[in-house]
């Protein structure tokens, strides 16, 4: 197992994660439903995502977007890693008054 980094570069994960954001991803963890994850879609291998892995199938995962208004490909997809957090840019919290 070995620890990298990924790029968010479009809003398919909005709002967990935002275009421009940095993650670190865990490569070769163990992945639960839930879980974030840098994935390839077997119809796309080319095209490295970040998903939502929703459950295993057909030897692979099912994976979804946050954004329900996101499209893009879809059916078994090969999971790389495991997001294990979003390191940048800071976001400041809001706080109630």
Known sequence: MRIGTALVSGPSMVPALHPGDCLLVGYGW?????DLVVARFRERPDLLVVKRAV????????????????????????VEGRVLLRYWPPRLRRTSA
């Open 30 to 34: 163990r992945v639960r439903p839930g």
């Open 55 to 78: 459950r295993e199938a057909d030897g692979g995962w099912e994976l979804a977007s946050d954004n329900p208004f996101a499209t893009g490909p879809g059916g078994a997809a090969d």
